[in-house]
């Protein structure tokens, strides 16, 4: 069965830190470019960043996260992390990975459950 799980959520204050993780079982996560979504309340869903095969080794990171978050594969763990720095009230959201690094694209792809993030004082 293909699935997505992701990890790492969590209530965190404005500059901190956290790291993303997700993790694939039933299929092999590296013959698949990844992407990160996320979703406010009351907001459409976004794409933040996406990596390719690590055949390809490119990145994309949005311009509301480029230069903070970082995402990276662990092929041995076959888990791909989302690396969140300096972060702001305004990343406040559910995060998503999935197997698309578009959201036209959304439905070619699967998902994970989502990850709740709250950046918040």
């Known amino acids: 069965q293909v699935q997505l799980v992701e990890s790492g959520g969590g209530l965190v204050q404005p500059g901190g830190s956290l790291r993303l993780s997700c993790a694939a079982s039933?299929?092999?996560?590296?013959?698949?470019?990844i992407g990160w979504f996320r979703q406010a309340p009351g907001k459409e869903r976004e794409i933040i960043s996406c990596?390719?095969?690590?055949?390809?080794?490119?990145?994309y990171y949005a311009d509301s996260v480029k230069g903070r978050f970082t995402t990276s594969r662990d092929n041995a763990k076959n888990t791909v992390y989302l690396q969140m720095n300096s972060l702001k009230p305004e990343d406040t959201a559910v995060y998503y990975c999935?197997?698309?690094?578009?959201?036209?694209?959304?439905?070619?792809?699967?998902w994970g459950q989502g990850t709740q993030v709250t950046v918040s004082a």
């Open positions: 999935a197997t698309v690094c578009s959201v036209v694209a959304a439905e070619r792809g699967s």
């Open positions: 039933g299929f092999t996560l590296d013959n698949y470019a």
């Open positions: 990596i390719t095969s690590s055949t390809v080794g490119n990145t």
